[in-house]
Nanobody
Framework: VQLQASGGRLVQTGGSLRLSCAAS????????MGWFRQAPGKEREFVAA????????YYVDSVKGRFTISRDNAKNTVNLQMNSLKPEDTAVYYC?????????????????WGQGTLVTVSS
């Protein structure tokens, strides 16, 4: 599975942004998908994840109620809708795929990673 994240840009505090991750390969629907982010000088952290079937989704507490992860298995894409953005959301955002289909907040459990897309939230 190859992943290509896009949609990052400069946005003002309170604004919205939609990140997309396009996956190649025929096995996308069997993979759980996750979004992670890494701010300057900080470790990569979990943001959101969704099971292979698209039912249950999980979020880090700091984005609950503001971010929504979704997937379209027919189009091999996973999206992250980000609303009410804050300066602390500034980071490089990565999408990742997990082969066993079960979402996890642990980055070490993911098998494939995209290249990252930069989100900058100005105050």
């Amino acid at each position: 599975v190859q992943l290509q994240a896009s949609g990052g840009r400069l946005v003002q505090t309170g604004g919205s942004l939609r990140l997309s991750c396009a996956a190649s390969g025929h096995t996308f629907s069997s993979h759980a998908m996750g979004w992670f982010r890494q701010a300057p000088g900080k470790e990569r952290e979990f943001v959101a994840a969704i099971h292979r079937g698209g039912g249950d989704a999980y979020y880090v507490d700091s984005v609950k109620g503001r971010f929504t992860i979704s997937r379209d298995n027919a189009k091999n894409t996973v999206n992250l809708q980000m609303n009410s953005l804050k300066p602390e959301d500034t980071a490089v955002y990565y999408c990742a795929a997990k082969s066993d289909g079960w979402a996890s907040p642990q980055s070490s459990k993911y098998d494939y990673w995209g290249q990252g897309t930069l989100v900058t939230v100005s105050s």
